[in-house]
Each structure stands twice: as structure tokens, then as C-alpha cells.
Nanobody, 121 residues
Framework: QVQVVESGGGLVQAGGSLRLSCEAS????????MGWYRQAPGKQRELVAS???????DYVDSVKGRFTISRDSAENTVYLQMDSLKPEDTAVYYC???????????????WGRGTQVTVSS
């Protein structure tokens, strides 16, 4: 009913930059929350950055000062600008979107399929 698609991943050398995009589509009345998560081999999935409908943002300590999350409400899109990348940032990055799907108060929570980010030293 709601689809989430990430893009922008790839290969980059340490110190470089990437910009990830996440677009939600389908039966969407409003979006309340959008977040970027990542999962590296052998590790648990962790929250990287999130943004609410009120534009409040949160970041995991390891990316503060390097990553920036932003949104375009008109296009149901969220971005993650990643600067000064480190090999430790290598992971599959997933986008999660939560909100309302109709006028009767039904909610949705949808995940994208992920995009690979690889940082070489």
C-alpha cells in the first residue's frame, strides 16, 4: 500500500561524500516520521538519523557533525547527506516511513529494501 525506495548508495573513499534519497509513495495522507537506519555485517540494525513532521532531528553520536538529514514534504522525500565518510560507515542503509494512510486514521509503517554504502580506506 505504501512503497519506500532508497537510492544514492555506492562506493566511496574515506573522507568522501554521498547523498542518499528516500521517496515514499502510495496511500499516504500524512507522514509523521522518517528515519535512516543501517546494518553492517555481524552487527544489529541501528538508527542513524530521524526527522519528524515538526522537523525535529536526531542523530546517533557517531555521525554527529558529519551527516545531515533533511526532508521535502511536498515530495514525501527524505535525504541523508553524508560527509567525511569513514570505513566504519560501511553498511546497508534502510529508510523507514510512518504516518497515516487514509482519512479514517489508519496508520502505516514501511521499510525500503536498502541501499549499500561502502567506504574504502
Amino acid at each position: 500500500q505504501v512503497q519506500v525506495v532508497e537510492s544514492g548508495g555506492g562506493l566511496v573513499q574515506a573522507g568522501g561524500s554521498l547523498r542518499l534519497s528516500c521517496e515514499a509513495s502510495g496511500n499516504i495522507v500524512s507522514i509523521e516520521y522518517m528515519g535512516w537506519y543501517r546494518q553492517a555485517p555481524g552487527k544489529q540494525r541501528e538508527l542513524v538519523a530521524s526527522i519528524t513532521s515538526g522537523a525535529n532531528t536526531d542523530y546517533v553520536d557517531s555521525v554527529k557533525g558529519r551527516f545531515t538529514i533533511s526532508r521535502d514534504s511536498a515530495e514525501n522525500t527524505v535525504y541523508l547527506q553524508m560527509d567525511s565518510l569513514k570505513p566504519e560507515d560501511t553498511a546497508v542503509y534502510y529508510c523507514k516511513v510512518e504516518g497515516r494512510s487514509n482519512d479514517w486514521g489508519d496508520r502505516f509503517g514501511s521499510w525500503g529494501r536498502g541501499t549499500q554504502v561502502t567506504v574504502s580506506s
